[in-house]
């Protein structure tokens, strides 16, 4: 086994209030790596709705999801946090000297005496298409919801399902390198950018692409190994089978708490109870901010997270270093934390 990665702060979540609790806790001399699901910071904020205005953030009166990701990114990046995208935080352990021991679904392990959980609400999980046998294919890789590796599908028989922005980003990304490249699609009609369906139809027209309107009703295949996708279309008696060494189902995210539920902490209908001090949970040395916590008054609003993270920084700092006294200074006026900034 490698050694764990040691850092001062584990952070569960690279949402808003995750990446603002970098800057908190950096004011305070203290290092952060970040786990998500996600292959990308802004949680809700770049996953859900990256190009709707938001419009309560102060001092700014308007700006997108995505906007706010790429400023909390600027804030923090003198900060230098370590990002672990893609990855599950899984298992938490408490060591015997009383640090925390996070495996990810990539088998990462980070240690650090203080762990915040800022899951929002729950990690961004693939929508499965609902068909038997579909845990045998996924193992095998037959069925992926994401591209990790684009190279890995080249020369494959691939079939896309979906009718937004992924299932079309990738029919037109993939069509140069794989076999053959199958879209199907419920009805003909594309929720993705228009630019993009645009692309997908030419492929159409050129022979390169075919488009299957009907909905995936099965998968076939030996020993796990795919090797046909059955599609259902409206007025047919039987599914068409189509040739295929890789389902790509894109039918979008959904929020599940997922293996946080198994850490041992004290839960309300899925949120983590926190006092308003320190924003600790059950279990000492572990917070909750954002989305994911719950106390008397709480809003689920981006402000309220970037409060709790201030707070919980300090709380934080007397466990890592119990020893130092924090000086409550202002960014404004003291040098030595706008040399951290990297600005004086
Ligand atoms: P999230 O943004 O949910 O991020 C949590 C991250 O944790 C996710 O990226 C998730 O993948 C990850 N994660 C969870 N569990 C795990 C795990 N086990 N392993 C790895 N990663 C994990 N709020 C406002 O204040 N103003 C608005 O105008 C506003 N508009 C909104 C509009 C829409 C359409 C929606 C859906 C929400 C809106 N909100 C708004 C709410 C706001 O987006 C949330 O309050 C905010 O995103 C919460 O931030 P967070 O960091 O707590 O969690």
Redesign the pocket.
């Known amino acids: 086994m490698t050694d764990p990665q040691k850092t001062d702060i584990i952070i ?8 603002f609790a970098v800057f908190e806790l950096g004011l305070l001399d203290l290092r952060c790596h970040l ?4 292959d990308k ?9 990256p190009e ?6 102060p001092a700014l009166p308007v700006c997108t ?1 995505q906007e706010l990701t790429d400023r909390l990114m600027e804030q923090i990046a003198p900060f230098g946090p370590v990002f672990h995208y893609g ?4 298992a938490l352990e408490k060591l015997d000297d009383g640090t925390w021991l996070l495996t ?2 990539d088998g990462v392990k980070l240690n650090a005496p203080v762990v915040v959980i ?7 999980v693939p929508k499965r298409p609902p068909l038997a046998d579909i845990d045998d294919y996924e193992a095998s890789g037959g069925v992926q919801y994401a591209v990790r590796r684009r190279d890995a599908l080249a020369g494959k028989k691939l079939v896309i399902a979906g009718g937004g922005d992924s299932a079309l980003d990738w029919t037109v990304n993939l069509v140069d390198i794989a076999e053959s490249v199958t879209l199907v699609h419920r009805r003909d009609d594309f929720r993705a950018a228009p630019d993009t369906v645009a692309k997908m139809r030419a492929l159409v027209e050129e022979g390169r692409v075919t488009l299957q309107i009907g909905q995936l009703k099965g998968l076939e295949g030996d020993n796990g190994t795919l090797g046909r996708v059955l599609v259902q279309a409206a007025g047919d008696d039987e599914p068409t089978a189509l040739d295929a060494d890789v389902l790509l189902p894109f039918y979008g995210l959904t ?1 599940k ?4 539920a198994e850490f041992g902490l004290n839960l309300e209908e899925n949120l983590i109870p926190v006092d308003t001090e320190r924003f600790e949970t059950s279990e000492p040395s572990i917070f909750a ?4 916590n719950h106390y008397p008054g709480k809003l ?6 970037f409060h709790e993270a201030a707070l919980m920084a300090h709380a934080a700092h007397g466990i890592v270093h119990p020893e130092k006294k924090i000086r409550f200074q202002y960014t404004t006026s003291s040098s030595s934390l706008q040399q951290k900034l990297g600005v004086a």
Not at 118 to 124: H, V
Request: glycine share 22%; aromatic share 6%; proline share 7%.
């Open positions: 569960i979540g690279a949402g808003p209030c995750g990446l786990v998500d699901i996600l910071p802004g949680g809700q904020c770049a996953e859900l709705y709707k205005p938001i419009y309560d953030i999801g990855q599950m935080a899984e990810t679904s800022a899951a929002g609400g729950g990690s961004f929020m708490l997922g293996p946080i901010i954002g989305d994911i689920k609003l981006i402000l309220s997270g």
